[in-house]
Nanobody, 119 residues
Framework: QVQLVESGGGLVQPGGSLRLSCAAS??????????MSWYRQAPGKERELVARVGSFSSSAIYADSVKGRFTISRDYAKNTVYLQMNSLKPDDTAVYYC??????????WGQGTQVTVSS
């Protein structure tokens, strides 16, 4: 029912920028109920939280490694969450996943989008 589709990944040079989008659809509950997050998983590493934003008035949370470079935002009218990625580094190379969660029972993932920052 719930579908999350990421887009915007690709190959970029170090120092470059990229904006990821996650388009959500099929929610039975309101999109605003869900905490929206971006995770990433690099080769040989565990999946890690990159950024997270909750309800309308919630502040964003970022991993220390991306703080000051990445910005998460959401457009409630479009049911879309974004991740603006600036000053990209080779260590940012990973598959980036969009996640929507209200409770453990309502926990959905996108298929991921590849971000590659050249060395």
């Amino acid at each position: 029912q719930v579908q999350l589709v990421e887009s915007g990944g690709g190959l970029v040079q170090p120092g470059g920028s990229l904006r990821l989008s996650c388009a959500a659809s099929g929610f039975t509950l309101s999109f605003s109920r869900y905490t929206m997050s971006w995770y990433r998983q690099a080769p040989g590493k565990e999946r890690e939280l990159v950024a997270r934003v909750g309800s309308f008035s919630s502040s964003a949370i970022y991993a220390d490694s991306v703080k000051g470079r990445f910005t998460i935002s959401r457009d409630y009218a479009k049911n879309t969450v974004y991740l603006q990625m600036n000053s990209l580094k080779p260590d940012d190379t990973a598959v980036y996943y969009c996640n929507a969660q209200w409770t453990s029972q309502f926990d959905y993932w996108g298929q991921g989008t590849q971000v590659t920052v050249s060395s």
